[in-house]
């Protein structure tokens, strides 16, 4: 994982009380879409946001995708 994407992600959990899943963490990681730790492209860029719902329905983790609706909005609003 990213350092950076990995801080961001460790902060949220701690301040959300969410566990990041594995999973929606390698998928958000393997993304080419947005630099990591860029809040402002995960929340408004179409492309990323779908290609990280693919990776999840790709990898059997489907079940992570609430996960990774419910940190998008809270990190969004």
């Known amino acids: 994982m990213k350092p950076s994407l990995l801080i961001l992600l460790s902060l949220l959990s701690l301040t959300t009380g969410q566990t ?3 999973c929606l963490g ?3 990681n393997s ?3 947005c630099e990591a730790g860029d809040i402002n492209c ?3 860029n179409a492309g990323f946001q779908q290609g990280v ?3 999840l329905n790709e990898r059997g983790c489907q079940g992570d995708l609430q996960a990774g609706v419910d940190l998008q909005n809270e990190i969004c609003g």
């Open 26 to 28: 390698d998928c958000v």
């Open 20 to 22: 990041i899943p594995q």
């Open 42 to 44: 995960y929340c408004t």
């Open 53 to 55: 719902r693919d990776c």
């Open 31 to 33: 993304s080419t879409v």
